[in-house]
């Protein structure tokens, strides 16, 4: 990662709150953090999980059509680049606490799957206890 971009991210949060902000790094732009759940979800670009952060990136001239659905969602953005800023019903907060509430789940889901993976090779009895466990749970 680029550390200029996400530094210039940071800078340009603290202005525009519940705002995407699109910094421009070559070719690419890269969302971050909250804004990059938002992005990840509405058009399905590959979530990046660094240390301390998390990214999208995508190619700029898909940059009109991230933008129509910002647009579409009510969602805020701004534009380094062409110093563009969309202000709408601002949705952006609404799609954000959704999202943050879809995506910690997804990290259980994913952890519980790679701890049965390894329960599978350790104890291959307690793969069959679960099973059942889980099909009782569906069964209520």
Do not use: W
């Not at 070559?26 to 058009?43: E, H, K, P, T, W």
Request: proline share 1%.
């Amino acid at each position: 990662m680029n550390n200029k971009c996400y530094l210039a991210y940071n800078k340009l949060r603290i202005k525009y709150v519940n705002t995407i902000i699109f910094i421009y790094d070559g070719d690419f732009i890269r969302v971050y953090d909250d804004d990059a759940l938002i992005i990840n979800s509405i058009m399905g670009y590959e979530l990046c999980i660094h240390d301390s952060y998390l990214s999208v990136g995508f190619p700029e001239k898909s940059y009109s059509k991230v933008v129509n659905e910002l647009i579409q969602y009510g969602i805020s953005y701004y534009s380094y680049k062409y110093n563009e800023l969309f202000k709408n019903n601002n949705c952006y907060s609404k799609y954000l606490d959704i999202i943050k509430v879809k995506y910690e789940l997804n990290k259980k889901v994913d952890n519980m799957a790679i701890k049965i993976k390894k329960l599978y090779y350790i104890d291959n009895d307690n793969i069959s206890l679960i099973d059942n466990y889980l099909d009782q749970l569906f069964i209520k």
